[in-house]
């Protein structure tokens, strides 16, 4: 009777610690809000006779948004060693997605938009910041992840302050078209391997298109002219919610861009454009109502929540590369 007594609270005690941890795992499963790059911005002045100067909103915005990935709900999961987090998914790769946006953006921050030439030095607080954010996302143990975007964020802090001092041009941000044009085209390609990733999966036959345009072109390793791309049916949760995640950090910087390059966009009559992929953007980040991703076929009874995403996204890029094409005109 006492052993079936032990056994019963055994079995008791680790219902109820499945169940809180389940709870846990659905409070923590909540994405971020959105919020507004200017505002968020403009709470960050000094005072308010402080005018923000270029570079001060968008790096402001990718401060905000690499803040998030440690201090949203839960923190940081993608690297959690124990229960719930370990057992999560799904808001991992959400922040994956923003982080991969987060890198893009900082080392174009260092390489582009803080220099005025090719032979002009980098920003020592952007050669510190941008190296950080590169480190293994899921690394825990020391230096873990979350340090190292730390630091990666306390630099970018330091260059933000740096732009306010303009005493002192050692800390510079133009907002130039060719600097912004030269970051858009890696988002491009972001955008472009989301979509494929997304559209495959329902399966599909790709003809093999890799030299196309250059009769002279080589590749290291043949390739077959047809191959069958499919994601597997474990990760199309995790690629729709990188690509969320993605979507989310991308939207925020692109707001942000909309106030700091408005003078240059509109020389190029290419602001619309940017507005357009705002509101596609915008669309990727509506409320899923599903408990789950679902993988119908394309024209089939139950919906696809992939290729849904890869419509937007698809969309996006496209009016993407046509405000990339606007900026290199005159």
């Not at 968020?40 to 270029?54: C, M, R």
């Not at 910087?253 to 009559?269: G, I, M, R, T």
């Amino acid at each position: 009777m006492k052993q079936y007594l032990t056994s019963k609270w055994i079995i008791i005690s680790l219902s109820v610690l499945v169940l809180l941890f389940y709870i846990i795992a659905v409070y923590w499963s909540f994405e971020p809000d959105q919020f507004d790059p200017r505002q968020t911005a403009y709470q960050q002045l000094p005072d308010s006779g402080t005018k923000p100067v270029p570079g001060f909103i968008l790096t402001s915005t990718l401060i905000k948004v690499s803040e998030t990935l440690l201090d949203k709900r839960g923190g940081y999961l993608s690297n959690d060693v124990l229960p719930p987090g370990v057992l999560m998914d799904n808001i991992p790769s959400w922040e994956f997605g923003a982080l991969e946006m987060i890198r893009d953006l900082s080392l174009s921050m260092r390489r582009d938009f803080s220099r005025s030439q090719s032979q002009s030095r980098e920003n020592a607080e952007l050669v510190k910041a941008q190296p950080k954010f590169n480190i293994d996302h899921r690394g825990w143990l020391l230096p873990s992840a979350e340090s190292q975007y730390q630091e990666g964020i306390d630099a970018l802090i330091r260059y933000r302050q740096e732009l306010l001092n303009t005493a002192d041009n050692s800390a510079q941000f133009y907002t130039r078209a060719d600097n912004l044009r030269d970051w858009l085209k890696q988002v491009e390609k972001r955008l472009g391997s989301l979509s494929q990733r997304l559209s495959a999966s329902v399966g599909q036959e790709s003809i093999n298109t890799d030299l196309a345009g250059d009769n002279a072109a080589k590749q290291s390793s043949p390739s077959r002219d047809r191959e069958y791309l499919k994601t597997s049916w474990w990760d199309l949760d995790n690629v729709f919610y990188e690509s969320r995640g993605a979507c989310w950090a991308l939207l925020h910087f692109l707001k942000a861009v909309e106030v700091e390059f408005a003078d240059a966009l509109e020389k190029k009559n290419a602001l619309v454009s940017l507005r357009q992929i705002i509101r596609d953007l915008e669309a990727t980040q509506q409320t899923v109502w599903s408990p789950m991703i679902l993988n119908g076929s394309g024209f089939g009874t139950m919906a696809n929540h992939s290729l849904v995403m890869a419509n937007y996204i698809s969309r996006a890029n496209a009016a993407l590369i046509d405000l990339t094409e606007l900026l290199m005109q005159g």
